[in-house]
């Protein structure tokens, strides 16, 4: 049978691969529909690559379209117009139909198949890839498919870890009174997997540079990261010592550091003979990229946790201001672009935390901190989503129906810490909406640093209520935080109504 062929094809992709992959696929269905043309989106979410595009596909489209923050392979596009931006520029049909004819006027663009001559050519004419000149972009895409990887081993292990607490708070140490095997089993468990988050991110960075050659220098800057360089009790180092770690910060470093220095590699054995290729791969390239990635990493091992250090004690200075200070900051910065990179800083920095409180154990002031954090930064993602629902209950009249039924769909998607559901209503009007969600989520963060919440668990919304300590008081913070903007948003919409002569705005 025939293969068949689209005008348009297309990657989505974003950090958490949840919900912005999957809007902005449907805004580009929508916008080729309404233009008449046929188009196959391919997305890059969490559980994988789902709807993927075959060889003859892209060959046979007119135009491309990536529409993604982590790698989707782009080589794969070599020579066919295409514009490639960030996926928070295409979740409406409006923005998407903009890229469309973007990308159908562009000029096709020389993708080389290794990796350094593909990073050489993000370097493209600016009328065919001008967000692709963006440094910034660049770093941001390596960064969040480091993130995105990351993100499941996280939760995977944040979520175990917090439901071995509930056979008690000592349930996993054999000498205590509330000592449950099974649970032991789970913190153990869960403890792996999040002792696996800092190299995966480092691994995932690298290799959204490097590709799959810069895996293997990526962990293991990753692994270095954690670590740190071990030293004896002399002040020697020694492999059998005890060094002290860098954490995110190290293994972000580390995982730029892993990827560009497989590309220097490529280029400097481009000369071999083609015959030598597997060598390349299976000797060369893992044993030189660990030697020079393993000696800087050590070599800075020790800067870097002096700056990581600041950098931690800066942050847990806030809460020396009070939770006022400290839930503004957090609920402003997860509500300000709804899972882009402000609220990612907010929520990697949570999970840190939590990370370092599991690690401390229950009883500590590490862990009171870090899960008072992590409880602040999931109320603060929590609450947007139910703003929107909140208000088009209310507010009914004020919403076209499309808007209601997606504020209804939202109710089950913040109570499962999914923040991005807000975004299309935030779209529509950035002022005065942003600044509501930011006030809402800013309430649920205070009210849960004041009431002293600790969740143990780095995701999951209303679904880890059993593991939060004061969950009572948590739900009740962020429930005022999507009442309160609740209120404001439908007063806005009402006026907006009004001005309208009375009619509901699309």
């Known amino acids: 049978m025939a293969e068949q062929s689209f005008d348009i094809v297309a990657a989505t992709g974003c950090p958490s691969g949840i919900a912005h992959t999957f809007m902005a696929k449907k805004a580009l269905e929508d916008a080729a529909a309404a233009k008449g043309f046929t188009i196959k989106v391919e997305t890059h979410g969490q559980i994988g690559v789902e709807n993927g595009l075959t060889a003859q596909e892209i060959a046979s489209a007119k135009a491309v379209v990536i529409a993604a923050d982590k790698d989707v392979q782009e080589e794969r596009f070599a020579n066919k117009p295409c514009v490639s931006v960030g996926v928070s520029k295409c979740l409406d049909v409006d923005a998407a139909q903009a890229l469309i004819d973007r990308a159908l006027s562009a000029q096709p663009r020389v993708v080389h198949e290794d990796a350094a001559s593909a990073q050489a050519a993000t370097a493209a004419p600016a009328d065919t890839f001008e967000e692709k000149e963006s440094i910034g972009h660049i770093i941001y895409k390596h960064l969040m498919n480091g993130v995105s990887h990351m993100l499941v081993f996280v ?246 129906q499309s808007d209601h039924d997606a504020g209804l769909v939202n109710f089950i998607l913040g109570c499962t810490h999914i923040t991005e559901g807000a975004i299309p209503f935030m779209t529509k009007n950035i002022w005065p909406v942003m600044p509501i969600m930011m006030l809402g989520s800013s309430i649920g963060a205070i009210g849960s640093l004041l009431f002293a919440v600790h969740d143990p668990a780095p995701h999951g919304g209303f679904l880890v209520l059993p593991v939060v300590d004061g969950g009572l008081w948590w739900v009740l913070s962020i429930v005022v935080g999507a009442v309160v903007g609740g209120i404001l948003y439908v007063i806005f919409k009402a006026y907006e109504y009004k001005n309208n002569g009375n009619k509901v705005l699309s």
């Open 155 to 400: 939760v995977a292990g944040g979520v175990l870890t917090a439901v071995s607490f509930l056979w008690g708070i000592t349930s996993f140490s054999s000498t205590a009174p509330d000592y449950n095997s099974f649970a032991a089993m789970l913190k153990y468990i869960g403890g792996i997997s999040m002792g696996l988050m800092v190299p995966v991110l480092s691994a995932y960075i690298a290799e959204s540079i490097g590709k799959r050659p810069a895996l293997v220098p990526g962990f293991v800057a990753g692994m270095i990261a954690i670590q740190g360089l071990p030293v004896s009790p002399e002040g020697l180092i020694d492999a059998g010592g005890y060094g002290v770690g860098f954490g995110f910060l190290g293994g972000i470093i580390g995982g730029f550091l892993a990827g560009y220095v497989i590309l220097g590699l490529e280029k400097l054995l481009a000369g071999l003979p083609q015959n030598l290729n597997g060598l390349k791969a299976i000797f060369l390239y893992p044993l030189l990229s660990t030697f020079i990635v393993g000696l800087v990493m050590l070599g800075i091992s020790g800067p870097m946790s002096a700056i990581n250090i600041a950098m931690m004690n800066m942050l847990k200075s806030l809460s020396t201001s009070g939770p006022i200070v400290l839930g503004l900051a957090i609920g402003c910065m997860c509500a300000f672009d709804m899972g882009g990179p402000v609220n990612k800083a907010a929520y990697v920095t949570g999970t840190f935390f939590l990370g370092e409180a599991l690690a401390a154990g229950i009883g500590t002031d590490t862990y009171a901190f870090g899960t008072n954090f992590m409880a602040a930064v999931s109320a603060a993602c929590i609450v947007p989503p139910l703003i929107t629902t909140f208000a088009v209950v209310v507010g009914k009249k004020y919403f076209s």
